[in-house]
């Protein structure tokens, strides 16, 4: 972060602008609207400007600046406005010495702070920067924001302002009243239930002392573009995290900021926690009263022990809800342009998992192999000699293309093709590594041509 966006308050504060013209003018309409009272240097000034300090009764004065002006008027904050290097030079020095803000427009090597384009739902107001290096791209991301925000944002942010002593009063803890506020406006920004507040407050109260909950929510392949919108809620509104390692930074970033967060990641071969010693963290947590986010790689219920995470809090009386995310299997798929099921080619698949495997189960395999079928396994990277091997016992051609996709969805996805009798000896020459999804059949014939 190169800069801290803070807002800050101007009222009754003065803001000096050294400058005239319409630069200036439209940095003192804002400055206006956020009450300060303004002095205004310059030599010349736009008419309509000075109509306007006057009518504000603010203050224009006509001269050139000098460096007593800044400890004469002992300004909060200084702009500059003028197209005179030397002058907006002049002012930068007078104002550092003074240990007083300054912004240089159009400058940014003088500016202590710049402004951010602007969002104005009064008392809501959302400030963008790109810290000067694209101010039309912040300015097409407000635009996004703000046709996303209804127009009565401002009201209802008003009336919750107006009901928040009320609130403080009944509900003692901040977990609690926050509890409140998120069950109001989760339903949707409308001014529906801001209306009938003190009602609301008794249901709330109502309904007793609830014990937490728990969430079992799958982040999808790892592209933060993959979650749905029910995670991304659920990890906004979380009280503790549980994470993964297959769950990337990005997507942590988007919790809740100040949520607990607590890695549990489990490698192969490499357990941080056992899966009792989560199940309990789980239920400990969520007995507290605690929201608690249990998030994992792809989807929870696909090879990701979210059942049994599910039972142990049925078991304990803990409610908990379950939240799909994209598997890893879909996102190779679509990532790599590979169908999984294609008409005439492939009517089923079938997801297996290289780990674990032994090779009584991959003799079950044959038994029910079917040449129209496509298999993917899980975890099978470091198997995946054993499992061509098994393949072709098992009575699959050697020429079954495979795919092996790697870090799929990611910016650092690979894809190597091959086949049931070549795949291992591609592997070891292109050194991939985990998380990797293989595919097995015809259906790999459809990746995309540049990967071949
Ligand atoms: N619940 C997860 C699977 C967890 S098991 C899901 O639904 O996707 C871990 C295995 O998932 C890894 O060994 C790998 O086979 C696969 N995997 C997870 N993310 C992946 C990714 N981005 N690319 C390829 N494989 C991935």
């Known amino acids: 972060m190169n800069t801290l966006p803070l807002f800050f308050k101007l009222k009754n504060k003065t803001v000096l602008i050294i400058g005239g013209g319409d630069v200036a003018y439209r940095k003192a309409l804002l400055m206006n609207q956020a009450d300060a009272k303004l002095i ?9 400007f000075l109509n306007f300090l ?3 009764h603010h203050q224009a004065i006509k001269k050139s600046f000098d460096d007593n002006d800044i400890s004469q008027h002992n300004p909060a904050l200084v702009i500059c406005a003028t197209d005179d290097n030397a002058v907006n030079q002049a002012v930068h020095a007078a104002a550092k010495a003074h240990g007083v803000a300054i912004n240089v427009v159009d400058t940014p090597k003088l500016c202590d702070f710049i402004f951010p384009a602007i969002i104005d739902r009064n008392p809501v107001v959302i400030g963008i920067s790109s810290n000067g290096t694209a101010p039309v791209l912040a300015r097409l991301i407000r635009a996004k924001i703000e046709s996303t925000l209804p127009s009565y944002l401002g009201k209802l942010a008003k009336k919750a302002g107006d009901f928040r002593e009320t609130i403080k009063n009944t509900l003692p803890t901040i977990t609690e009243r926050r509890y409140f506020w998120e069950s109001i406006f989760q339903r949707g920004l409308n001014d529906e239930h801001i209306d009938s507040l003190p009602d609301e407050l008794n249901r709330f109260i109502n309904q007793g002392k609830k014990s937490g909950e728990v969430y079992i929510v799958g982040a999808g392949a790892g592209n933060p573009d993959l979650l749905t919108f029910k995670a991304l809620r659920l990890m906004q509104q979380a009280d503790i995290v549980l994470y993964d390692a297959l769950v990337s930074p990005e997507i942590l970033a988007l919790c809740r900021r100040d949520s607990q967060k607590i890695f549990v990641g489990k490698k192969r071969k490499d357990h941080a926690k056992t899966q009792e010693e989560i199940n309990n963290l789980l239920i400990t947590y969520a007995k507290r009263g605690h929201r608690v986010l249990r998030l994992k790689g792809g989807d929870p219920l696909i090879f990701g022990r979210g059942g049994e995470e599910m039972l142990a809090c049925r078991d304990a009386g803990i409610d908990c809800q379950i939240v799909s995310g994209i598997t890893a299997a879909l996102a190779a798929g679509s990532y790599a342009g590979i169908p999984l099921t294609h008409r005439g080619v492939a009517t089923s698949v079938r997801f297996l998992t290289g780990c674990y495997q032994s090779d009584a189960s991959f003799d079950g395999l044959k038994s029910t192999y079917h040449p129209d079928e496509t298999l993917v396994f899980y975890m099978g990277l ?5 499992i061509s091997e098994s393949l072709i016992a098992s009575g699959l051609p050697s020429s079954t293309p495979v795919a092996i996709v790697c ?4 910016p650092t996805q690979e894809v190597v093709i091959g086949t049931l009798s070549d795949i291992v000896a591609k592997k070891d020459a292109a050194k ?19 990967l071949h």
């Open 40 to 48: 205004v240097i310059a030599k010349n000034f736009n008419e309509e």
């Open 54 to 56: 006057n009518e504000k």
């Open 382 to 386: 470091h198997a995946l000699e054993k």
């Open 407 to 410: 870090h799929a969805s990611l």
């Open 432 to 450: 991939l590594n985990a998380p990797a999804i293989i595919i097995v059949g015809q259906v790999v014939r459809f990746a995309a041509a540049s």
